[in-house]
C-alpha cells in the first residue's frame, strides 16, 4: 500500500490528459513552424490548449506563453522585467524566484508571524525606481494564500512604474478568484493540476508584453517571448487537464478541503500543531509540526510504512536546509524540527486519509518509544 501525500510537489495527471499525449507522440507529429499541412495540425493542437489554459487562468490566449514549467516561467518575469530597476519581493518566493531576485540585488519584503506579506514593509520597500514585484498567489510550504489584491493597489500607487508578478503555481488550481487577474504576469505550472511536468506559463498582459524581454533567444516561438520548440504533447496535455481543472474545480477544492481537515483534524488531536492559520491556506496544504521527533526520522519512517509526504519544497527538501519559509515566519532553526506538510490532490481518497492518520500515528509513538 502506498498512500500519496505530496501533491503540492507534483500531483498525478488525468488519465484523459496521458491518453491525449500518448496519442499525439504517437501520432508523430510535425513541428508546429513548419509550414505544411502536419506541421499546421500541431499549431492548432498548441492553439487550442491556449485556449483551455487562458480558459483556466483566466486570461486571453494571447496572453499565454508556454515555458518548460514554474520556474522557468518565474526566472522569465523576474531576469525580464526586473532588468531596468529594482525588484522587491518577499521572503517566502519559491527560489524559482528568489534566486534571480537576489541576483539582482532585489529588496526583501518580510512576513508576519501567520506567513502573510508584512504590508508596511511593502509599503515601505516601494518607490518610483522600483521596476518589478513579485508575490506568490499562495506558498508551496505552509499554504498561505497572500493578500494579492492589496498588494497590487500598493504598488499602482506607490511604484507605478513596476509591474506585478504572481508566482500562482500554487494558487490557482486551488483559489477560484486567486486574486491574480489584477497582476501583470502570471506563473503557473502544469504537473500542479493533473497536467505533465516539464510544461508551464507565464502569463503577460498585453499592456506588460512590451516591458518583457526574452531570456531565451532564437526562434520567435511564442510571441518572440520563449524561443525554442515548444513541447507539444506536454502542451496538448496541459490543455486537456486546464479544461478538466476548470470544469470540476469547486468541486476538487471542497472535495479536498473536507479531508485535509479531516487529516489535520486528527493529527492535531495526536498532538501535532499548524504552522500556518487554515483559515489562510490554501485547501489542499497541511503543514504540520510534530514536537520530540526529527523530521528526516518521521519522513523516513513514514516512506518505509507507505506514506509519501515532505518536509516542504521537493527541490530542498533532499537538501536538509531548514526551511526559508518557516525561518522566515520567525522560528528558529531548532523549532523547524519537527515539521513536514502533507499536502493533498484531485486523486486522494476517504479511506487513504484515514489510513494515513493510523500510519502516522504509529510512526509517531514508536519514534517516541525509541
Ligand atoms: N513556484 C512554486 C510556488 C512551486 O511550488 C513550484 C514547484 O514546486 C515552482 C514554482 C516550480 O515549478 P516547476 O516545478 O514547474 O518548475
Redesign the pocket.
Known sequence: MSIYLDH??TTPMFPAAIDQMCSFLQAHDANPSSPHAAGRRSRRAIDDARDAVAAFARCRSSEVVFTS???EA?NLAIEGAGANGVVVVSSIE?H?VLEPALRRGARIVPVTAEGLVDLDALRAALDRDVSLVSV?GAN?EVGTVQPLAAVVSLVRELAPRALVHT?A??SLPWCVDSGSAECDLV?I?A?KFGGPMGV?ALIVRESASARLAPILRGGGQEGGLRAGTENVAGIVATGVAAKIWRNEQESIVERVRALRDQLESTLVGIGATPRSPRSTRVASIAPLHFPGVATEELLIALDRDGVAASAG??CVSGAQEPSHVLLAMGYLPSEVEGSIRLSLGWSTTAQEVADASEIIRGALESLRRA
Open positions: 503540492a510537489a514549467g514554474g520556474t518565474d519559491h524559482a506568490m508551496n508566482d503555481v500554487q506563473s505550472s504537473h508551464g519544497a521537493a
